[in-house]
């Protein structure tokens, strides 16, 4: 079945009682026994539930694993497969990472024995040279974030496999309809639900997709034993919105490439960061390594600080907040927002400055996207 069919259809129907076309939601906490060793295949909700199940059965397929947690926040799930390392063990991940993720890592993680490099992950030569003999994982992120930076996934495999350590993804920016890692020989790969998957803006979660049994028989017993699941109520939210992901993703596309093609040509704006403009870097790779090039880009304004603040405001289809891949339209300002989280220096290091927007594309009409930003432009 194609992708867009298995959105629709994988682990939905299952109610031989009433038929119903959808999955139901089910609410509890416990599950009654028919004897000792007797259950229908559920006895506790934070260890499974078939609303979750239904929905892990579909992302499974989604992204080609052979199993799926579904947990209660996309930090839930980074959580969870960070404990498959020991202390001593060695990390690599990039230096743009998602703002929490890298919290996470250095501030978390560390004071628990792990060492991380931050690398600029856009150059293998970095990677290489930051292996060592403790290297256990190599994290990837693609694209960065905000500067939507790629990062090379078939090469991290491959340096990986050549030092005995694992890959895992995190696909939140692409969702599996545009990139799926898991088909280039990435082990694990983790989303935050709450962006693309679920794309309605109204839930927040997260998921783990395994692709050996090792991988998902830890992350099933840690999932259960730090109690991270998500609940039912989230877990169906989630697979309502990911029906629609394939139509989803290709309108959120059409509008990104119009706007990002616009704001190009724009004279108030000094350069443009999508992957699907030919100039951009990383051009190449992007066509080989994804089928899409997604719906996040940010841009740097001719100007300072101020006009930036007043293309946010004056804009009026695109709301000023935090978060992406919602069927709304998004823009903010990451020196003072999303990224405030990292310190002045690395923020100018990693190449966001006072005069970067982001923006997360969503469904409208592009010709609204664009008239509406070009008001902006022209009033701030
Ligand atoms: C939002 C996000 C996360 C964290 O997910 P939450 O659902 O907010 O916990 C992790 N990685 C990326 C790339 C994200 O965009």
Not at 109 to 118: E, I, R, V, W
Request: with cysteine.
């Amino acid at each position: 079945m194609h992708f867009e069919t298995r959105c629709v259809h994988v682990g939905v129907s299952k109610d031989e009682t009433y038929n119903s076309v959808t999955t139901p939601i089910y609410p509890t906490s416990t599950f009654a026994w028919d004897g000792i060793g007797k259950t229908r295949g559920y006895d506790y909700t934070r260890s499974g539930n078939p609303t979750r199940r239904a929905l892990e059965e579909n992302l499974i397929s989604l992204e080609g694993g052979i199993d799926c947690r579904a947990t209660c926040t996309g930090m839930s799930a980074i959580n969870a497969v960070m404990h498959l390392f020991q202390p001593g063990d060695h990390i690599i991940a990039g230096h743009d990472i998602y703002g929490g993720t890298y919290r996470l890592f250095d501030s978390v993680f560390s004071n628990a024995g792990l060492k991380f490099s931050f690398v600029d992950m856009g150059d293998m030569e970095n990677i290489r040279k930051a292996v060592t003999p403790q290297t256990k994982c190599i994290w990837i992120e693609t694209p960065s974030n905000p500067l939507l930076n790629l990062v090379d996934i078939a090469g991290c495999v491959e340096i990986a496999k050549s030092t005995g350590a694992i890959t895992i993804a995190d696909n939140t920016f692409m969702s599996p309809y545009f990139q799926r890692p898991l088909e280039l020989g990435v082990d694990i790969v983790v989303h935050s639900m709450t962006k693309y998957l679920n794309g309605h803006s109204d839930v927040v979660a997260g998921c783990i997709i395994s692709k050996h049994k090792e991988h998902a028989e830890r992350v099933g017993y840690i999932v259960n034993a730090l109690g991270l699941a998500c609940s039912p109520f989230d877990a169906w939210l989630v697979l309502r919105g990911v029906k629609t992901l394939g139509p989803r993703m290709e309108a959120h596309q059409r509008g990104a490439m119009a706007l990002a093609t616009f704001l190009s040509k724009h004279p108030k704006v000094e350069k443009v960061y999508y992957p699907g403009l030919p100039d951009h870097p990383h051009y190449a790779l992007a066509k080989s390594q994804m089928t899409g090039f997604g719906a996040m880009l940010s841009f740097d304004v001719r100007g300072g600080r101020e006009l930036a603040e007043q293309v946010m405001t004056k804009s009026k289809l695109f709301s000023m907040a935090e978060s992406l891949g919602g069927v709304e339209s998004l823009i903010e300002h990451p020196d003072t927002m999303s990224h405030v989280s990292m310190d002045l220096p690395a923020r100018r290091a990693g190449g966001i400055t006072e005069k970067t927007l982001r923006v997360s594309v969503g469904i409208e009409h592009p010709d609204d996207l664009i008239a509406d930003m070009q008001f902006a432009l022209e009033t701030a």
